[in-house]
């Protein structure tokens, strides 16, 4: 690998097809046997952003796809609690990596992950996955997350809507700060305040 992981392996580009999605959701009315969907529960967290997302896709499934989404908002640790549960139809969720490997998302979807929370289960994923965990070639283990990425965008297991970022200003005199992009987001161990600088 000579670039990152997203100039390898790019995602998938989806173009919105209502038409097409018009017709899948026509086929699985018809094999499950009903008239018309139930409304469906989106269960969303109680912030600012969760609740403008969880609103504008409730009202493009209604709008395109004619599906009634009642939208159940909860605090923290209650969403937490009903995704443990399995108690929703879509969620709207997010992940911050725990430590700097591509493994960090890469495995969210095997079978066995407890984060799991859709229940997503595919033989082929779980093949996938045990790869990028174990290959000691940097190159095969790379294409194997180019494998797990393509699926997730096939199988439709998840619908990214964005990729959360910050810009912050920090004090000159404020020393030894520091800000990760990978677990744990702020560190003030070592730091300290330069009062010559003043």
């Known amino acids: 690998m000579s670039e ?3 100039k390898e392996y790019p995602p998938v580009r989806h173009q919105m097809n ?3 999605a018009r017709e899948h959701l026509e086929l699985a009315r018809q094999e499950l046997g009903l008239d018309e969907f139930p ?3 989106m269960l969303a967290g109680d912030t600012p ?3 403008l997302s969880a609103e504008y896709y409730q009202q493009l499934f209604r709008k395109n796809l004619g599906l009634e989404f009642r939208i159940d908002v909860q605090i923290f640790k209650q969403r937490l609690e009903k995704m443990r549960q399995g108690e929703f139809d879509i969620v709207l969720s997010g992940w911050g990596p725990d430590y700097n490997d591509v493994l960090t998302y890469g495995d969210l979807f095997s079978s066995w992950n407890l984060q799991n929370r859709g229940r997503y ?3 082929e994923m779980d093949s996938w996955i045990r790869i990028a965990q174990s290959e000691l070639d940097p190159q095969k ?3 194997a997350f180019g494998e797990i990425q393509r699926l997730l ?4 297991v998840i619908l990214p809507m964005y990729e959360r970022g910050f810009s912050f200003v920090v004090d000159s005199r404020l020393q030894n700060f520091r800000r990760r992009s ?3 987001e702020v560190d003030y161990n070592y730091a300290y305040i330069d009062s010559s600088s003043d």
Do not use: A
């Open 4 to 6: 990152s992981f997203q």
């Open 18 to 20: 209502v038409e097409k």
């Open 39 to 41: 409304p469906l529960m």
């Open 49 to 51: 952003i969760s609740l």
């Open 121 to 123: 289960d595919s033989p």
């Open 141 to 143: 283990r790379m294409d």
């Open 153 to 156: 965008y096939e199988d439709v």
């Open 182 to 184: 990978v677990g744990p």
